[in-house]
């Protein structure tokens, strides 16, 4: 009687047809198709843990990078919570890790990309000048290298003109330029300075009967537009690229 062996995905071998080391070969196949299996049926929760758990973060360090509490985080790995896109983008970023392999659509869980951070000036107002001359950044704040560029900055919002796309307390990450003319970054969020004071609005500009008028707002819509002329003291002292932090 022939004796056949199965590996629980399909295939069969004869012991008595195959060498001793080919049969050491399908056995450790075996393995590794169990491990792949077992992977694929992670959840996102223990994935972000695997992850977290491998590059050696705490999960107050993965929350704080991604911008989540500690509580969410830890419901998260648990399966007590479900992720949104927004959240599953945030965190993926902090892992540096495909979002696909964050929810099980990736064939990449065994080769995720090193987690790199590199610390930046944060300010508590915008800065007059370059951030790397100020001496106002008494604090830094982690941002993962591939964001990191010498001419940006982290920037803690006291501002409530942004709500609700920019609340009180975010931490935003803003690229430093102050040349920049306000019709090339239409619709931007940009920090700017208004006869000295700093504010925080999408900038635009507008032709009319007066000339062209440089306007600033809000998406609060109880903070009134700001028209400017082009004789007023206004300056653009960077441009909001990403949001990187912010508390639940």
């Not at 009687?1 to 001793?20: A, P, Q, T, W, Y």
């Not at 102050?178 to 970054?185: A, G, N, R, S, T």
């Not at 008028?213 to 206004?234: C, E, H, K, T, W």
Request: include cysteine.
């Amino acid at each position: 009687m022939i004796e056949h062996e199965s590996n629980g995905f399909g295939f069969f071998l004869e012991k008595r047809v195959i060498s001793d080391r080919h049969w050491h070969i399908f056995q450790y196949m075996t393995q590794i198709y169990r491990q792949i299996s077992q992977q694929r049926l992670q959840t996102a929760g223990q994935r972000i843990k695997r992850r977290r758990q491998e590059l050696g973060l705490n999960q107050v360090a993965l929350a704080r990078a991604a911008g989540v509490t500690q509580g969410y985080l830890s419901a998260v790995e648990t399966g007590r919570r479900h992720l949104g896109s927004a959240t599953i983008k945030r965190l993926a970023e902090a892992l540096d890790l495909p979002p696909a392999v964050i929810i099980g659509q990736a064939a990449a869980h065994d080769n995720p990309q090193p987690y790199e951070a590199t610390d930046v000036p944060l300010f508590g107002s915008i800065p007059a000048g370059p951030p790397s001359e100020s001496q106002e950044a008494a604090e830094t704040w982690p941002v993962l290298k591939h964001l990191w560029s010498p001419d940006y900055y982290c920037l803690r919002l006291t501002f409530d003109s942004m709500e609700p796309t920019l609340k009180p307390g975010d931490i935003v990450l803003v690229h430093y330029r102050p040349d920049v003319e306000p019709l090339h970054v239409q619709g931007k969020i940009c920090a700017c300075l208004v006869e000295g004071q700093p504010t925080l609005k999408r900038v635009s500009v507008e032709h009319t009967d007066r000339g062209d008028m440089i306007i600033l707002r809000g998406d609060n819509p109880n903070v009134p537009p700001l028209a400017l002329d082009l004789s007023q003291d206004f300056s653009i002292q960077g441009v909001v690229v990403k949001l990187v932090s912010r508390e639940l």
